[in-house]
């Protein structure tokens, strides 16, 4: 009697939905999981720096250089702000256009 023993061997760090299908796939998979990481992490970067502006201008003392620094940090974490929507509304517009979901990619 011949048995052949097919071992599964799985890592669970790693998401089950990669390496099902072809390598494009797995590779759009990858690339939505970390836009969507970058996405999170900016946010949160942004969320520092603003209030660490806000910090820095309630304890600048009126001193004109620390509020005009502490402006300039809340109006850039703005900005961050702005551009991060932009490229959430951007990659969603792409994905109307060409039928797909680019933020979430289905395998």
């Known amino acids: ?3 052949t023993l097919l071992a599964v061997i799985t890592n669970p760090v790693i998401d089950s939905k990669l390496g099902v299908g072809d390598g494009g796939t797995s590779m759009g998979y990858l690339i939505g999981q970390l836009y969507r990481t970058m996405i999170m992490l900016g946010g949160l970067a942004l969320l520092i720096y603003l209030i660490w502006g806000g910090i820095s201008w309630i304890t600048g003392g009126g ?3 620390k509020v ?3 402006k300039d940090q809340i109006s850039n974490a703005i900005a961050g702000m702005a551009i991060l ?5 951007v990659a969603a517009f792409l994905g109307k256009i060409f039928g797909m ?3 979430n990619p289905s395998i």
């Not at 929507?85 to 509304?89: L, Y």
Request: hydrophobic share 45%; proline share 0%.
């Open 1 to 3: 009697m011949s048995h």
């Open 63 to 65: 001193d004109e250089k």
């Open 68 to 70: 005009e620094k502490a």
């Open 85 to 89: 929507v932009a490229t959430a509304a």
């Open 101 to 103: 979901d680019l933020l």
